[in-house]
């Protein structure tokens, strides 16, 4: 035996993870991936129904139908992984963290949906460059026009409407060090 190396020492457990802890995890990241991927595609098929065979039909140029799909991407994307995680967050809980209450979570459930189509609100407005622009610039603009058009809403002071839920599913850094200091 080498000096160091610890044979015939029984392993200590670590008090992380355990096997079906880590199984679960995989499982759970595996489930809102697909749910996410499946939402984008389905808002890329429902914003290009809408872009081809509605009412909008006549104000989308075809040089913007990109754009439209790009805004579906996000909404989808952004249902598909948000409405799950709040789920999860309102059927699970610990001692820690408590299970969200079903009213909070339908707002959040609403949030995400209203946040999905402001972005394909914006993804419409981006889509009338198509009258100006050619199909690949439309569409690089339009990657960049819906990928940030959220930016201006995350510095929305919501404490101030009543709305301190808003902030995400996660409690801030401010939330955990208000409760350790009433320990």
Do not use: C, H
């Amino acid at each position: 035996m080498s000096v160091g190396s610890g044979a015939g020492k029984p392993r200590a457990e670590s008090p992380g993870r355990s096997l079906a802890g880590n199984i679960a995890f995989g499982a759970g990241l595996l489930i809102v991936l697909a749910t996410m991927t499946l939402g984008g595609y389905a808002g890329v098929s429902l914003s290009l129904g809408l872009a081809d065979d509605s009412f909008l039909s006549s104000a989308v140029p075809d040089d913007g139908r990109n754009a439209v799909a790009v805004g579906g991407i996000g909404a989808g994307g952004l249902a598909g992984l948000m409405v799950p995680l709040i789920l999860l967050a309102a059927v699970r809980g610990t001692e820690e963290k408590p299970r969200m209450p079903l009213g909070e979570a339908l707002l959040k459930v609403l949030g995400a949906l209203v946040l999905g189509v402001y972005l394909l609100v914006v993804s419409l407005v981006a889509a009338q460059l198509g009258w100006l622009l050619s199909e690949g610039i439309t569409t690089l603009v339009s990657v960049f026009v819906v990928g940030f058009s959220w930016l201006p809403l995350a510095l929305v002071p919501w404490e101030r409407f009543g709305l301190g839920g808003v902030g995400g599913l996660l409690g801030t850094s401010r939330d955990r060090g208000s409760s350790d200091k009433s320990d």
